[in-house]
């Protein structure tokens, strides 16, 4: 029975041990994270700027990326959607979609750059 015992007395031993190794490395992990959380504050909040000035731009590269997944049937459903839903958001006098100066493609209203060739699109 002894042995047993003994046995039972390691297991807790080293259940005790791993538990305060794993505590102290929590306690020094704490301030590390909050560092780095603080430290990629600025570039969380640049995103969120772009994503707000660009969101057009990123609904209509997200719409032609989910139209060519969809095929048939569904697709058609989804150019509907998609077709009453600019309608409606649109303004009575429609603006001319920019055109890519450098590769001819058509690119959402509002758009910075090309979404082909990425080349800066010129207002004129």
């Known amino acids: ?5 003994d046995h039972g007395k ?3 031993d080293l259940g005790a041990r791993l538990g305060r190794a794993a505590g102290r490395f929590v306690k020094q992990a704490k301030p590390r994270a909050k560092r ?13 700027r772009y ?6 731009e990123l609904k209509a590269a997200g719409t032609k990326v989910l139209r060519s997944r969809i095929a048939g049937t569904w697709g058609m459903a989804f150019d509907a959607v998609a077709n009453a ?3 409606s958001s649109s303004n009575d006098a429609p603006a001319a979609a920019p055109v ?3 590769c001819g493609a058509e690119n959402p209203k509002g758009s910075k750059f090309c979404n082909q060739c ?3 699109i010129v207002n004129g």
């Not at 780095?36 to 969120?48: C, F, G």
């Not at 994503?51 to 057009?56: C, G, K, L, R, S």
């Open 1 to 5: 029975m002894a042995v047993n015992e």
């Open 10 to 12: 390691d297991e807790s």
């Open 36 to 48: 780095l959380a603080s430290d990629a504050r600025p570039l969380v909040d640049k995103a969120t």
């Open 51 to 56: 994503a707000a000035e660009h969101q057009d």
């Open 85 to 87: 839903t600019n309608a």
């Open 100 to 102: 890519c100066s450098k």
């Open 118 to 120: 990425a080349s800066p």
